[in-house]
């Protein structure tokens, strides 16, 4: 069964816009503003969610859902500012779960309703339940039992206080799968692919979690590469295979400055791969690369030590990619960077934006013990070519 | 019988089902403010391929602009300012930019003109800064030069004067437009100009 | 004389809400916690209007709605809820409601609905 990866994206922009709904009702309710940071769906195996999620503490609220969409979805806070919400609703402290499961119950009849128009189908929604959760105990059931689930998760940020939320929707696969499937338009290419009909976008649904236990293996490998070239033990901290508007990875990077190294591939997928160190964390790597002190933190010679292990991390990356998918994935020479974290990655999402408004990002966060020095490396591959390259595993 | 429904926010379109396929509309402004929530310190961020415009105190601001471009346009007298955060020089002819259009330099400028003259402003009146438009990387090509370059073709082509600007150069930079109608531009050393 | 107001609404925090926004101008004269209650409330109380959740469980206020009309076709009852899909207000409106609010609300737009169904 195919996916049209724009399909996937006008399901991104229907998650979007009911958070930017839920925000409002959220908004309204508190009394606070609440911007929504980013939406997108993310492909993961419970193993990887269970250690996104591990040592978090929630509050949520949950409604299942039937009819236009089947599942559940959940909105979250970090249980430390449940007094703080309270606070905020009128009557909230002497009612406590009460008002906290109604809050929940509007806010996600606000994210629903956007589905239930496009879809032209009511949803309806169980009568909300609060509870309290550890870590990805928090998500829809199904989440972690799952290979590769598609979860839509939106991060909605309250601007002047630290009261965050957060949406997680689980769609039932099976139905979810039809609905992507069903609402594809017939895409027309330019040059046309004529392969069995398949459009040059589609994606094999399964060949998804594929990709996602490559990435992962890809990050894994590029951890080990800093701990050989460094010496410092070295894990990873978060790997997960997101699909989200391109537009909205650089407000992820951030604006605090970073240094580290962007590399351009060609081959299938081509596409860009950013490494991106926080400046004091490119400072501490670099020194604990070089045999001597240097005089500048990231001078010289610290670009050229982040150079070569940019190098030896993005090949770990991505060989593992080119030997499943059975391609030929190279990459250019590294290209220091040392700039406001968010300019660092724009002017690749600017190119790929040239062919894509959404795009699968692995984003992966990679820890060093002894100095605590932290990286993210950012694969934006090219939906196009990540989709032939995929067509082609499912096919073997 | 009366549907009294709350949620006339500013920015909710109001569009039920969209017909046509998978597309779900966003030519809409980020944010349109200047409405009772607004308040006197607001902040209002305009991310990559976006633009907000506000009749009110609000700072608008963006950031990440490497090779991106940022449009600022403000009516002084009628007091409407707005930001556009540009990533490609040419949306005409595109299929996306009907429905991103402020994802590129001409369709973005024209929809931020639109969305001001919609909130009073006087087009024949406004004034631009503009920022970023710099060669990051060795690996893009130059994008940016480029997109400051449409930038000017298409304020000229409507009459929009540029009265200040900070482009170019190879570094990244995040801006910030201020009620009294400045530009300020701050680079990564944290080192901040108004223009 | 006020206008004789049943609640009906799963949640203690809703039905708070609504009882402190009414309260001045009509009376309150019962609040059911689900599709069930605000039936059997209808009838023992024969409220003057109805404010009716829709997501209740054991019977949720859609079918709450189309029962309490069959029996009594001049009842007036606005819907109060989160859910904003267009297909749940044609159900709503099928069912024989006058009004259809979604949440969070100001007082102003309960007072209007009110105004306009009554």
């Given at each position: 069964m195919r996916v049209d990866v724009r399909a996937l994206g006008a399901c991104n922009r229907l998650a979007e816009r009911g958070a930017k709904q839920a925000a409002g009702a959220l908004s309204d309710l508190t009394g606070t503003d609440l911007a929504v940071e980013v939406t997108g769906a993310s492909v993961a195996s419970g193993e990887d969610l269970a250690e996104s999620f591990a040592g978090r503490e929630s509050i949520g609220v949950s409604v299942g859902l039937r009819g236009g969409l089947d599942g559940e979805a959940v909105l979250a806070f970090d249980a430390v500012n449940a007094d703080a919400l309270l606070s905020l609703l009128p009557g909230g402290q002497s009612m406590g779960r009460s008002a906290v499961t109604e809050v929940g119950n509007i806010a996600l009849g606000g994210f629903l309703d956007g589905w239930a128009n496009y879809l032209g189908k009511a949803i309806d929604m169980s009568p909300p339940r609060y509870f309290e959760a550890d870590g990805a105990a928090?998500?829809?059931?199904g989440a972690l039992a799952g290979d590769g689930v598609f979860l839509f998760e939106s991060r909605l940020d309250a601007t002047t206080t630290d009261l965050d939320f957060s949406i997680y929707m689980l769609p039932d696969s099976g139905p979810f799968r039809d609905l992507i499937v069903g609402k594809t338009a017939p895409a027309v290419t330019?040059?046309?692919?004529a392969d069995g009909g398949?459009?040059?976008?589609?994606?094999?649904?399964?060949?998804l979690s594929t990709f996602s236990s490559l990435a992962k293996r890809g990050s894994a490998n590029a951890a080990d590469n800093i701990a050989m070239m460094t010496g410092l033990e070295t894990s990873v901290d978060v790997s997960r295979l997101r699909f989200v508007p391109l537009a909205d990875v650089p407000a992820e990077v951030g604006t605090e400055p970073h240094a580290g190294t962007v590399f351009e591939l060609q081959g299938e997928p081509s596409g860009y791969l950013a490494i991106l160190f926080e400046e004091s964390s490119a400072a501490a790597v670099a020194d604990a690369m070089l045999p001597m002190e240097t005089d500048?933190?990231?001078g010289d010679m610290a670009e050229n030590a982040l150079c070569e292990l940019g190098n030896v991390m993005t090949s770990g990356f991505i060989d593992g990619w080119a030997n499943v998918l059975g391609t030929t994935i190279t990459h250019s020479p590294p290209e220091f960077v040392h700039d406001i974290g968010a300019s660092t990655i724009s002017p690749l999402v600017a190119k790929l934006s040239e062919r894509q408004d959404y795009g699968f990002v692995i984003d992966t966060a990679i820890q060093t013990e002894g100095i605590q020095a932290r990286c993210d490396v950012y694969a934006l591959p090219d939906e196009r070519e990540l989709a032939r390259a995929l067509d082609r595993l499912s096919e073997s | 019988m009366t549907r009294s429904l709350?949620?006339?926010?500013?920015?909710?379109?109001?569009?039920?089902?969209?017909?046509?396929?998978d597309a779900v509309d966003d030519?809409?402004?980020?944010a349109v403010t200047g409405?009772?929530?607004?308040?006197?310190?607001g902040r209002i961020k305009v991310g990559v391929g976006e633009l907000a415009v506000t009749t009110d105190e609000s700072t608008l601001t963006t950031s990440g602009l490497g090779s991106c471009v940022a449009v600022a346009l403000v009516d002084e007298r009628a007091g409407v300012r707005g930001l556009l955060h540009a990533m490609l020089p040419a949306g005409e002819g595109r299929t996306t930019a009907a429905s991103r259009?402020?994802?590129?330099v001409d369709t973005g400028i024209d929809s931020l003109i639109g969305a001001l003259d919609d909130a009073g402003a006087d087009p024949r009146r406004l004034e631009a800064r503009v920022a970023g438009g710099a060669?990051?990387?060795?690996?893009?090509?130059?994008v940016g030069p480029r997109n400051v370059e449409r930038v000017g073709e298409v304020l000229d082509r409507a009459g929009v004067?540029?009265?200040?600007s900070d482009v170019g150069d190879t570094v990244g930079r995040t801006v910030r437009f201020d009620p009294d109608g400045r530009l300020v531009v701050r680079a990564a050393d944290g080192f901040e100009r108004a223009i | 004389m006020a206008t004789r107001v049943l609640i009906a609404d799963d949640s203690e925090f809703m039905r708070n809400l609504l009882r402190e926004i009414l309260e001045g101008e009509f009376e309150i004269v019962g609040e059911a916690e689900n599709g069930v209650e605000a039936v059997n409330m209808y009838e023992e109380?024969?409220?003057?209007l109805v404010m009716m959740d829709?997501?209740?469980?054991?019977?949720?206020g859609i079918e709450a709605t189309t029962e309490i009309l069959e029996e009594n076709p001049d009842a007036t009852v606005i819907m109060c809820t989160s859910v904003g899909q267009e297909e749940k207000m044609k159900a709503a409106i099928k069912a024989g409601a006058e009004g259809y609010i979604t949440k969070p609300f100001q007082k102003p737009n309960v007072l209007d609905a009110i105004g306009s169904a009554v």
């Amino acid at each position: 069964m195919r996916v049209d990866v724009r399909a996937l994206g006008a399901c991104n922009r229907l998650a979007e816009r009911g958070a930017k709904q839920a925000a409002g009702a959220l908004s309204d309710l508190t009394g606070t503003d609440l911007a929504v940071e980013v939406t997108g769906a993310s492909v993961a195996s419970g193993e990887d969610l269970a250690e996104s999620f591990a040592g978090r503490e929630s509050i949520g609220v949950s409604v299942g859902l039937r009819g236009g969409l089947d599942g559940e979805a959940v909105l979250a806070f970090d249980a430390v500012n449940a007094d703080a919400l309270l606070s905020l609703l009128p009557g909230g402290q002497s009612m406590g779960r009460s008002a906290v499961t109604e809050v929940g119950n509007i806010a996600l009849g606000g994210f629903l309703d956007g589905w239930a128009n496009y879809l032209g189908k009511a949803i309806d929604m169980s009568p909300p339940r609060y509870f309290e959760a550890d870590g990805a105990a928090v998500l829809p059931d199904g989440a972690l039992a799952g290979d590769g689930v598609f979860l839509f998760e939106s991060r909605l940020d309250a601007t002047t206080t630290d009261l965050d939320f957060s949406i997680y929707m689980l769609p039932d696969s099976g139905p979810f799968r039809d609905l992507i499937v069903g609402k594809t338009a017939p895409a027309v290419t330019a040059g046309g692919e004529a392969d069995g009909g398949t459009t040059s976008t589609a994606v094999p649904y399964e060949s998804l979690s594929t990709f996602s236990s490559l990435a992962k293996r890809g990050s894994a490998n590029a951890a080990d590469n800093i701990a050989m070239m460094t010496g410092l033990e070295t894990s990873v901290d978060v790997s997960r295979l997101r699909f989200v508007p391109l537009a909205d990875v650089p407000a992820e990077v951030g604006t605090e400055p970073h240094a580290g190294t962007v590399f351009e591939l060609q081959g299938e997928p081509s596409g860009y791969l950013a490494i991106l160190f926080e400046e004091s964390s490119a400072a501490a790597v670099a020194d604990a690369m070089l045999p001597m002190e240097t005089d500048e933190p990231l001078g010289d010679m610290a670009e050229n030590a982040l150079c070569e292990l940019g190098n030896v991390m993005t090949s770990g990356f991505i060989d593992g990619w080119a030997n499943v998918l059975g391609t030929t994935i190279t990459h250019s020479p590294p290209e220091f960077v040392h700039d406001i974290g968010a300019s660092t990655i724009s002017p690749l999402v600017a190119k790929l934006s040239e062919r894509q408004d959404y795009g699968f990002v692995i984003d992966t966060a990679i820890q060093t013990e002894g100095i605590q020095a932290r990286c993210d490396v950012y694969a934006l591959p090219d939906e196009r070519e990540l989709a032939r390259a995929l067509d082609r595993l499912s096919e073997s | 019988m009366t549907r009294s429904l709350s949620d006339d926010r500013p920015d909710d379109s109001a569009k039920p089902a969209e017909s046509d396929g998978d597309a779900v509309d966003d030519a809409d402004p980020a944010a349109v403010t200047g409405g009772p929530g607004a308040d006197d310190r607001g902040r209002i961020k305009v991310g990559v391929g976006e633009l907000a415009v506000t009749t009110d105190e609000s700072t608008l601001t963006t950031s990440g602009l490497g090779s991106c471009v940022a449009v600022a346009l403000v009516d002084e007298r009628a007091g409407v300012r707005g930001l556009l955060h540009a990533m490609l020089p040419a949306g005409e002819g595109r299929t996306t930019a009907a429905s991103r259009p402020a994802k590129y330099v001409d369709t973005g400028i024209d929809s931020l003109i639109g969305a001001l003259d919609d909130a009073g402003a006087d087009p024949r009146r406004l004034e631009a800064r503009v920022a970023g438009g710099a060669e990051m990387l060795d690996l893009t090509d130059a994008v940016g030069p480029r997109n400051v370059e449409r930038v000017g073709e298409v304020l000229d082509r409507a009459g929009v004067p540029i009265v200040a600007s900070d482009v170019g150069d190879t570094v990244g930079r995040t801006v910030r437009f201020d009620p009294d109608g400045r530009l300020v531009v701050r680079a990564a050393d944290g080192f901040e100009r108004a223009i | 004389m006020a206008t004789r107001v049943l609640i009906a609404d799963d949640s203690e925090f809703m039905r708070n809400l609504l009882r402190e926004i009414l309260e001045g101008e009509f009376e309150i004269v019962g609040e059911a916690e689900n599709g069930v209650e605000a039936v059997n409330m209808y009838e023992e109380h024969g409220p003057d209007l109805v404010m009716m959740d829709i997501v209740m469980p054991i019977r949720d206020g859609i079918e709450a709605t189309t029962e309490i009309l069959e029996e009594n076709p001049d009842a007036t009852v606005i819907m109060c809820t989160s859910v904003g899909q267009e297909e749940k207000m044609k159900a709503a409106i099928k069912a024989g409601a006058e009004g259809y609010i979604t949440k969070p609300f100001q007082k102003p737009n309960v007072l209007d609905a009110i105004g306009s169904a009554v």
